[in-house]
């Protein structure tokens, strides 16, 4: 089975400009997280989507948002891109909201994005 | 609010040498709390979890015991090899909440070199 996948996996971008990202979930699962990861610190939580609808939302600006599809990919967007946003992006992927205690996440590999 | 603290790096180690690194939490009510690893190049890796005080975790070697009085969760490993270099992060979690957001601590490097 394929785990989560993230397109593309690197990204250069310039001050300004727009960016989106990709991720397919594991096959059956419904909810999609983003986190951010500057370089030398931990993941941010970003978004998650389940089931189509917005579930919740990190400390993040308005440049950012996403959405989810019928087949449960989703697409992280940035707009008016700024040298701060340079970051490795995740995708994480479960099959419920809110994890059971014998449930874990499953990450992709992440898209580097370097704004310069 | 909610927080994880891990010790600052990079721990350089020969092999066969014994690892601790050090994670403290903030929470409210009782989290449950996870060791991630994160090898060059990759996406996080679950290494090992703990979901209610005094449990411990263990996976390739690796262990951490979930001590509440203390809000700590070291990570220890006996004997490191050159393959377990990588940056490891500490996290917790709200099982059953509305969202399985993680929180993450800063990560720490490990180098191990042979």
């Known amino acids: 089975d394929a785990g989560v996948t993230q397109s593309p996996t690197h990204l250069i971008k310039t001050r300004g400009q727009q960016v989106t990202l990709r991720c397919s979930p594991i096959s059956g699962h419904k909810s999609v997280s983003w986190y951010q990861q500057v370089l030398g610190q931990g993941p941010q939580f970003i978004f998650q989507?389940?089931?189509?609808?917005?579930?919740g939302r990190g400390n993040f600006p308005d440049r950012f948002s996403a959405r989810q599809f019928p087949n449960y990919s989703s697409e992280l967007n940035v707009n008016a891109l700024l040298l701060g946003d340079s970051a490795l992006y995740l995708c994480?992927?479960?099959?419920?909201?809110?994890?059971?205690?014998?449930?874990?996440?499953?990450f992709g590999s992440g898209t580097q994005l370097s704004v310069l | 609010g909610n927080s994880v603290t891990q010790m600052e790096g990079p721990v350089t180690l020969s092999e066969e040498a014994f690892l601790t690194i050090n994670c403290t939490y903030t929470?409210?009510?009782?989290?449950?709390l996870f060791w991630y690893v994160q090898y060059p190049g990759e996406g996080l890796q679950l290494l090992l979890k703990?979901?209610?005080?005094?449990d411990k975790g263990s996976n390739k070697g690796f262990e951490a015991t979930y001590r509440k009085e203390t809000t700590s969760f070291h990570l220890e490993k006996g004997s490191v090899q050159v393959s377990d270099s990588a940056v490891y992060f500490c996290a917790l979690i709200k099982y059953g909440g509305a969202t399985n957001k993680l929180i993450f601590g800063t990560g720490t490097l490990l180098a191990v070199q042979p």
């Open positions: 929470a409210t009510g009782y989290p449950s």
């Open positions: 989507y389940y089931e189509k609808e917005e579930r």
């Open positions: 994480a992927s479960s099959s419920r909201v809110g994890l059971a205690t014998n449930e874990k996440l499953f």
């Open positions: 703990a979901t209610k005080a005094d």
